[in-house]
Each structure stands twice: as structure tokens, then as C-alpha cells.
């Protein structure tokens, strides 16, 4: 009991934050943190797929690049407003994510990564190659989601619609789905046993996870105003899972968090230039081999273990 | 098309497919070993290009040194790679290991990456090629540093073959990629065997960037379009299997080389051309995930 | 009272070339408590893989409450009533006690998130494993872990129960336990059929014995009988990995 109100206070602590940034920062770090959020949704988005029903997939940048190209043209072709245009991308991305789900029910670890980088580099290549559609590595003028909005009121709403995608996913993950994609990543055979639908769930969290992703590019689009191919790329998807890993890949909302501070450290860190991701490299590869759980996952841990034994000892 | 063109395609395809092959091999071994897809193995073959950019224009070592100094500094790069990262996969250390063995070699790949962007910055390199100049076979003109870069990846491939083969360490290698327990309870050492797996595969990376890097350019990216041919390779035949890669490198120059001709509009078409063999992996894989030659893995 | 509840025939499973099982005819009876033995490799595995939906049979049928269930999946067959375990234990390891048995609860939709806790934290105190709930599954002993599955198969309320090893490395306390949950479930009217390589088992608990040598059934009988059946002994004296 006392473990889930120190844990809703932490987040809430974490939310107020966040309102109040805007009031202390210049419009340079209140556009590097509306980015962050984008990061923050697509690494949750990620996390969703591969920590909790333990699928990989090297797909979830080319996904974010569809979702933002499915909503641009249909803003720019079909005269949809860009709230509608976003939602196209969210059935695009997340019908693509259903078949290529469905596709891939009996391949496991490398065959599936090696598949799913299959399927996001004929993504781009198609990106670029259509430039007629497309203006291929050019890149592709979008629409604005406000007209003349502000900087504070891109933050806000991205900062609404983040908490949103993090409390939706939350609440799946909560409920007994939840539970059966955990079951699936434990054991596949005996989830199956026990009268879980294996092949259901395993399509249905691709196609989830995969629409979260396409909104996340739509937004993403919709607010530099430019799509350029290069967002689907491998170096792009490396860029994700580092973010979710070192956040904590167990976890959507440390993968967000993840997401949004690493996004921040590496604007703070430009000064280093190239470097930064080096180091950024270098970090992940720390996290993944001594601390498993991610930055987090680990605190979040050592916090609650803590309060255990506390509790314990009265 | 003529029969001189469709010769030349197909002779191009087959210069293609020594490099690809060469490159795959090294996929390979090391998945046949340690059950591991290296998703870093375009930033090693991008590592052997500069190893050689370094000893032949920076330090002025004859062309052959440098292919020689290329593959030793990335044997050992492999190795190290293998004891520092690799080793917890199959020492129970991981615990989830198969997760871990995708997540840490595409995170070191993204490392080397950056790593070469800011050690040697982005500006593509042109190191001397082993050989110049064009070569005549009949009425066809191959250039010379393609023609050249081939023979010697045909001659490296043939001497791993042989090694795999005469060799007790080649010959540990194939047991383990067989039967990992079988081997161990012959007193096979699988982490000695692992190391070495891994050192050969980088090595054999290193190599086939060496070769390329002076044919292209030396550049960081370099890496990132011919491991993903690698790929489809290896799935061609059959992850892990070393005929099946030298099969699949065969099939895939030809592919390439011929399917470019299929699309009408030229920039189209070259535009697409990486995708062929994208499409070929997604289909073996979905169809036929034990390769076109393999058998079907037991379920346990 | 007693109705046939499981009738297999015909049923034909290779695996390339070799023939798992050749034409397997067998019914099992509601309430029946059914070993099923034969040596390394004679396709007892396979038989229990085909009747609940993990390999698919090459030829024959099965009915199931006298309904087609050749073809079902393995959810849809958990859900109509046909619990297995598995020869190495498929635990969820970093799902905790509770979750294990919750998946099971709730894989169907029937039961609600505290109605399946109830019934969950019921079973786990019968088999002793009431204190360990809120632990993950993965600091369970080889023998705990082998009880949870018991009790997440119970969990489903099946009709029928395909234990396969259920006593492979499990010490001799641990096996007495086990028999008495085993004759308790069954006596509640589960049916079980029962592998194992541990003829003291089989003999105690089961009231019949069904025999496989190389995918046939050679003898089906009453412990007595195939205790005396010499194309038993012949089975198993005849597997060099000495099976018994
Ligand atoms: N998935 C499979 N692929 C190939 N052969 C198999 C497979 N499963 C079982 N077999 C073979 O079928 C035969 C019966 O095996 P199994 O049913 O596991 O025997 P048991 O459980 O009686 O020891 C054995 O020869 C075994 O090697
Ligand atoms: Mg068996």
C-alpha cells in the first residue's frame, strides 16, 4: 500500500516537473524536450513489444516514418485536418504492424530481428525510391498540427499526449493482457497450455505497439513540419533502443523516461559533437551487460527494496 | 540483350558475390558457434576498411601488409569483443540470453559507428587499391582493383575452407557448430572454440572490408549496406551453415545483378536495388527459416 | 457412470521417417486414473504433444466428450478441459506465484481478477505454497516449481489431466505428496493419464496401464497384467538405455 502511493507521488513529482519546465526554459530547450517526447512514446512504444511479450523488433523507427508519411500525404492529398491525418498514421502503422505480426507468429530472437530489419529497410528504401509521392531523401514538407502554434503549446500538448499513450499502455499492461504477454515472453508452450491464445496476443501487441509508434511519427511530422527518410533507418532504431535500455526496457514508462533524458543529454552534451553518442554507445553497452533493469529499473528497485526492509523491521 | 551484356552482368554478379561471401562467412561461423547473429559485423567490416586505410596511406605499408594488417587488428578486436561481451550469452550470465546477444551487438554496432565518425571523421577515404587499371577477358573489360579484391577473397574463402577442414581448430569449429554438447564431452573447450569463432568471423569481416574499402571508399557507413546483404545471405542458406553462405553469396550477386534490369525507370531501379535481396530474406524466412538448404531444426 | 471421455484411433504420427505412433487406438473412461509407460522413445511424449494440440497428427482422430478436437490448438483444448504439464517445467520464472496461476484463471474470461485470486490463493495453501505467492517463480526449487505447475493446471478446472514425468528428479517426500494430491484430484472426478518411467508409481496409482513399444501399444491392462505381460519385459529389456 505504502510502496504504490510513494510510487504515484514519484510520478506525480515527475509530471509537475515537467508542467513547469516551459516557465523556467528558453524556447531552444522547450523544442529539445517536445522532441524528447517523441523519443519518450516510440521507446515505450518499443518496450511494450519487447519487454513485456519479448519480441524484438528492429521496425519501431521505420514504423514512427510510416505513421508520420501515412499522415502527411493524407493531409496533403486528402485535405484531411492533421488530427485525422494522425489517425490515418495510427491505422496505417498499426495495420502493418498487425500483418507483419501475424507473419512472424513462428520466428524467434535473431530470425525475428533479422526479419523485422528486413521489413524497415524496405520501408525506407520505398520512402526514398518514391520520390514522385514522397520527394525521397529530399525530404517531405508537412503541415503544422497548429496553426502558428507556439513552442509552450507544441510542449503541452505533446507533454497531454505522452501521458495519455504512457496511462493507456499502462492500464493494458495492467490488466490480465498484461499478464498473458508476460506469460508468452516466459514460455510460449506453457502460456498455451494454460488456455492463453498465443497467436492473438503475440500479432495483437505488434500491431499495438506499432501504432503507438505511427502516432508518434505523425506528431513528430507534424511538428518539424519535415520527413526525410533517414527517421527510418537502422542508426535511428539504434538511437530507440538505447533510449529504452537505458531507461529500462521492463518498464513503458522508464523507457519513456529514457527517451525524453536522453534526448535532453544529448542537446546539453552538443559541445562534445560526435563524441556524445560515442558515449552514449558506450553507456548502453554498460547497461545492458552489469544493469539489466536500466537506470530506472534499477533505482525504482533499490528504492523499493529499501522500503521492504524498512516495513521489515518495525 | 546482348550476350556480351548478359555476360558482363553475370561476371559482375559473380565479383559481387566473392565480397558478399567473404563478408558472410564471418556471420556464419559465428552463428554456427555461438547461436549469436553478430548485428555489428558491417561496423567490423567497416573497421577492417580503415585498419588498411591506416597502414597503407597513413603509414605507407605496401597494399598486401595492410589487408594482412586488417585482418590480425580485427582478429583481435573479435576476440576481445567475444571475452568483454559475448561470453555472458552462453556462461549463464545473461539472463535472458538470446535478448541480450541481439540487443548488445546492435548496440556495439551502433558504438563503432559513432566511434568511426569521430575518430576519423565523415569524409569518405580512398586508400590505394591492391591493383589498377582494366582488364581484358575477351571482349569484356572488368576493372582491375574489382578483378583483383575477387581473386584474393576466392583465395581467402578457399584457404578457410581448407582450414575448416584439414585444421584441428577448423575441425573443433565444424564439432561445436554440429553438437555443442557432443563437442564439450569430447573435450572440445566451446569458450576457446567461441573465442576463436568469434576472433574469424571479425578477421574474415575485417578482410573483406580491406578488400572493399580501396574498390569504394572507406567511410563509416560503409558497413551498414553490405552486412545487411550478409544477412540475406546466411538466411539463404540456412543460418550458420558455411556451404549455405557460399551458395547464398553465389545466388544473391546474380539477383542483384540481373533484377536491376527488370524495372524500366534508372534511378527507380537503382533505388531498389538494395531492396531485392530484402525482399528474398523476408521470404525465405517466413517460408523456409532453415534456408534453401538446411533441414528443419528439431523443436525441443 | 463411467462415459468415454477420450477416444483416440488410428492415430499416425511421423516425424520424416521414422513413425512415432502407428495406428494408436485407445479410449480413456471419465474418472479413470491412467498409466501410460514404454520405454525411451516409444512415443509416449508425442502421444500426450498430439491430444493436446502441440503436434499435428498425420492420420486418425480424436473425440474428446465425443466431439473432434484433431486440429484444435492448444489454448482452444486447455480451455475445454484438457490440462497438461510438461516433461521439463514450463514455469513462468519472473512472473510471481500468484501471476503463474492467474493466467491461467483468467486466460478464458470467465472468472474476474479477485475471483481467480481467491480460487488461486485456495489451491496454492493445499499445496503448500501459500507463503511463496507474492515471490517471483524463479527462487522456487526444482520440487516447488513442479507443484506450481500442479496447481496452475488445477487452476483450469480441467476434465482431464496429461501428466508427463511429473516425478523426473523429484525427491522421494516430495513423490508421496504428489501421489496424494494426484488420488485427490482424481477422486474428485479428473481424469489423469499418467507417464512415467517410475514403475512404483505407475503401479500404485493407476487401476490401468497402457504399454507403447516403438508407436504401438503392446499391452493394456490392469498393473497385474502387464507386470506378466512378457512383450512388456521384452520392451523394455530390448531398449539398451534402460528405461525402468
Ligand atoms: N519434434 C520431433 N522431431 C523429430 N522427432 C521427434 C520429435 N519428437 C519426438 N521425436 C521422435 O519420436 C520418437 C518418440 O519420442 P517421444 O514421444 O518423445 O518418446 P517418449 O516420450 O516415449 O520417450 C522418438 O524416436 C523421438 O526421437
Ligand atoms: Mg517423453
Partial sequence: MKLQTLRLLGLGLILLVFLALPLLLGDYWVYTITI??????????????????????????AMAGLGGYASALSVQHAGLPPVLGLAAGVLVAGALGFVIGRLTLRLHGAYLGLTTIAFAEILRITATAEYQLTEGSRGLQVEPLLQDGSRSEYYYLFL???????????????????????????????????????????????????????????????????????????QEMGIVLAMAVIGGFHNVVFAALGGVSLQVLLEGLRELGEWRLVVFGLITLLILRLMPNGVFGTVADVLTDRLRKSGDDK | MSLVAILEQALNGLIVSSFYALAALGLAIIFGVLRVVNFAHGELYMLGGYAYFLAVASMGLPPVVGIVVAAAALAAMGALVEWLLIRPVYDGRADRPEEYSIMITFALSILLLNLANSLFGPWPRRPEPLFRGGVEIGELIVSGDRLAAAGVAVVLIAVLLAALRYTWAGRA??????????????????????????????????????????????????????????????????????????????????????????????????AYKDAYGLVLLVGILLLRPQGLFGTKERRA | ??????????????????????????????GELLGLIGPNGSGKTTLLNIVSGYYKADGGSINFERRPVLGHAPHQLARQGIGRSFQ??????????????????????????????????????????????????????????????????????????????????????????MHDHIRKWNDSGVTIILISHDMGSIFDLCQRVVTLSYGDIICDGTPEETRNDPAVLDAYLGDHHGAA
Avoid at chain 3, 457412470?1 to 471419465?30: C, P, W, Y
Fill in chain 2, 173 to 270: 569449429v565444424r564439432a561445436v557448430s554440429q553438437n555443442r554438447e557432443a563437442a564439450a564431452i569430447f573435450g572440445i573447450s566451446v569458450t576457446r572454440v567461441g573465442m576463436l569463432a568469434f576472433a574469424t568471423g571479425a578477421a574474415l569481416a575485417g578482410l573483406a572490408g580491406a578488400l572493399m574499402g580501396p574498390v569504394f571508399n572507406v567511410v563509416p557507413p560503409m558497413g551498414v549496406i553490405p552486412v545487411i546483404k550478409a544477412y540475406v545471405i546466411v538466411v539463404l542458406g540456412g543460418l550458420g551453415s558455411i556451404p549455405g553462405a557460399i551458395m547464398g553469396a553465389i545466388i544473391l550477386g546474380q539477383v542483384e545483378s540481373f533484377a536491376t534490369i527488370l524495372i524500366p525507370d534508372p534511378s527507380r531501379a537503382l
Fill in chain 3, 88 to 177: 521439463v517445467t514450463k514455469i513462468f520464472r519472473r512472473l510471481t506465484v500468484l501471476q503463474n496461476m492467474l493466467v491461467a484463471g483468467l486466460s478464458d474470461g470467465a472468472q474476474s481478477q479477485s475471483e481467480a485470486t481467491d480460487r488461486a490463493m485456495g489451491l496454492l495453501r493445499d499445496l503448500k505454497l501459500e507463503r511463496l505467492a507474492h515471490e517471483r517463480a524463479s527462487s522456487l526449487s526444482g520440487g516447488q516449481g513442479k507443484l506450481l505447475e500442479f496447481a496452475r493446471i488445477m487452476m483450469l478446472s480441467p476434465k482431464i489431466v496429461l501428466l508427463d514425468e511429473p516425478f523426473g528428479g523429484v525427491h522421494p517426500e516430495l513423490k508421496r505428496f
Fill in chain 1, 160 to 234: 497531454a499526449v505522452t501521458v495519455a499513450c504512457l496511462a493507456l499502455m499502462t492500464w493494458l499492461l495492467r490488466s490480465r493482457v498484461g499478464l498473458f504477454f508476460q506469460s508468452i515472453r516466459e514460455d510460449e508452450d506453457g502460456a498455451a497450455s494454460l488456455g492463453v491464445n498465443v497467436t492473438l496476443w503475440k500479432t495483437v501487441a505488434f500491431a499495438i505497439s506499432t501504432a503507438f509508434a505511427g502516432l508518434a511519427g505523425g506528431l513528430y511530422a507534424h511538428f518539424v513540419q519535415l520527413i526525410t527518410p533517414s527517421m527510418m533507418s537502422l
Fill in chain 1, 36 to 61: 524528447g517526447f517523441y523519443y519518450a512514446i516510440l521507446a515505450a512504444s518499443w518496450a511494450l513489444l519487447v519487454g513485456y511479450i519479448g519480441r524484438i523488433s528492429f521496425a519501431q523507427a
Fill in chain 3, 1 to 30: 457412470m463411467m462415459h468415454e471421455q477420450l477416444d483416440i484411433s488410428g492415430l499416425v504420427k511421423r516425424f520424416g521417417g521414422l513413425t512415432a505412433l502407428n495406428s494408436v487406438d485407445m479410449t480413456v473412461g471419465s
